[in-house]
């Protein structure tokens, strides 16, 4: 069974640091692009960062950008959020998704990890 | 603010038609495929049509997907209760060089 499971959400303080892991099984890992989807609290999705199978390619949201880091290790079949400097407006549902190509559709997805930042 | 706009809400009967607008610009959608995702209540999304129009293997060809210019559409036909759910549409923009979803659209099965 094809499985996307999120983890390393939670409670932190602006300002904080908290790094999100994506564990995947089922799936060939490094045939796919990995990305970070959230959403916010009765919001809609916000793509946040996304990584190329062989990490050659990455991209973040104007959100986002100098604050997360992605990150990716095929071996262990596992993708990385790193957040510093976390602000209010970053409290979410992460999705961890996967997609076949750069551009294409996110063909799987995770159930998610939450982070809410407050203090 | 979302990229790409959708209508906040649609709502049919069951057996209906109904229709879902994407609208977007010459550097996402006008340029770029468009992808739909289905999202039930409290669950994660799922892709629903990709490539404009295709289907993911298990999705029932009563959804169906098309695009024209900077605008595009998901219809499902044959409503059912099930398909009460928010859909969004999704594209990669060149400018942002980055992907865009619409706002979400919640559909209602009166």
């Known amino acids: 069974e094809v499985q996307l499971v999120e983890s390393g959400g939670g409670l932190v303080q602006p300002g904080r640091s908290l790094r999100l892991s994506c564990a995947a099984s089922?799936?060939?890992?490094?045939?796919?692009?990995m990305h970070w989807v959230r959403q916010a609290p009765g919001k809609g999705l916000e793509w946040v960062s996304g990584i190329s199978w062989n990490s050659g390619t990455i991209g973040y949201a104007d959100s986002v950008k100098g604050r997360f880091t992605i990150s990716r290790d095929n071996a262990k079949n596992s993708l990385y959020l790193q957040m510093n400097s976390l602000r209010a407006e970053d409290t979410a549902l992460y999705y961890c998704?996967?997609?076949?190509?750069?551009?294409?559709?996110?063909?799987?997805w995770g159930q998610g990890t939450m982070v809410t930042v407050s203090s | 603010q979302s990229v790409l706009t959708q209508p906040p809400s649609a709502s049919g009967t069951p057996g209906q038609r109904v229709t879902i607008s994407c609208s977007g610009s010459?550097?996402?959608?006008?340029?770029?495929?468009v992808n739909w995702y289905q999202q039930l209540p409290g669950t994660a999304p799922k892709l629903l049509i990709y490539?404009?129009?295709q289907w993911p293997s298990g999705v029932p060809d009563r959804f169906s997907g098309s695009k024209s210019g900077t605008s595009a559409s998901l219809a499902i036909s044959g409503l059912q209760s099930e398909d009460e759910a928010d859909y969004y549409c999704a594209a990669w923009d060149d400018s942002l060089n980055g992907r865009v979803f619409g706002g979400g659209t919640k559909l209602t099965v009166l």
């Open positions: 490539s404009n129009n």
């Open positions: 010459s550097s996402n959608i006008g340029s770029n495929t």
């Open positions: 089922g799936v060939t890992f490094d045939h796919y692009g």
């Open positions: 998704a996967a997609s076949s190509s750069w551009y294409g559709a996110l063909d799987i």
